[in-house]
T-cell receptor, first 112, second 115 residues
């Protein structure tokens, strides 16, 4: 069974600082990995996905993630945080008939 | 492409009542998923349709939960004899069949409160 672990339920950074949200996966087969963002009272929006074509994946809003098989990680980064980045971020694995398996989420707080 | 829509957005009901939620997927998408999200948690997969066939339903939380997609377009999720523990956000997602790396697009969700 696949599982996803997000380290840190809350992350606080200053506006303009580096954003780093951590995700580790557990999978017995090559994983399909996703990052979604959820704003209050809204559904989930896809930020980016890993499809094995490249280990460094670029997404929307300046976010990117690097797949590291040796570390079973898929951490999300953004060089410079903006106030509008404040939201809940979810790492997910899987798909198809088994659905997506989500981590518990990381709440990103941006300090002015 | 108007996105995935869900109706209602909010539902308040009394314990023991039945509720039904509707999901309209993106028009050309043949796959449809239902998830439940409780406070402070990530979404939890419930069930999956490919066209009108429900190919995975073992993850539905109990026999009080059922889902249909009669014509392969919109879907409904019904909860019978609601309990306070059913209070959650119910999310629908759709995708176009294309392997495991296909993207699921989520609707805004229906927030259920059981009193």
């Amino acid at each position: 069974a696949q599982s996803v672990t997000q380290l840190g339920s809350h992350v606080s950074v200053s506006e303009g600082a580096l954003v780093l949200l951590r995700c580790n996966y557990s999978s017995s087969v090559p994983p399909y990995l996703f990052w979604y963002v959820q704003y209050p009272n809204q559904g989930l929006q896809l930020l980016l996905k890993y499809t094995s074509a490249a280990t460094l994946v670029k997404g929307i809003n300046g976010f990117e993630a690097e797949f590291k098989k040796s570390e079973t990680s898929f951490h999300l980064t953004k060089p410079s945080a903006h106030m509008s980045d404040a939201a809940e971020y979810f790492c997910a694995s899987g798909g198809g008939a088994d659905g997506l398996t989500f981590g518990k989420g990381t709440h990103l707080i941006i300090q002015p | 492409d108007t996105g995935v829509s869900q109706d209602p957005r909010h539902k308040i009901t009394k314990r023991g009542q039945n509720v039904t939620f509707r999901c309209d997927p993106i028009s050309e998408h043949n796959r449809l998923y239902w998830y439940r999200q409780t406070l402070g948690q990530g979404p939890e997969f419930l069930t999956y349709f490919q066209n009108e066939a429900q190919l995975e339903k073992s993850r539905l939380l109990s026999d009080r939960f059922s889902a249909e997609r009669p014509k392969g377009s919109f879907s409904t999720l019904e909860i019978q004899r609601t309990e306070q523990g059913d209070s959650a956000m119910y999310l629908c997602a759709s995708s176009l069949q294309g392997g495991l790396q296909e993207t699921q697009y989520f609707g805004p969700g229906t927030r259920l409160l059981v009193l």
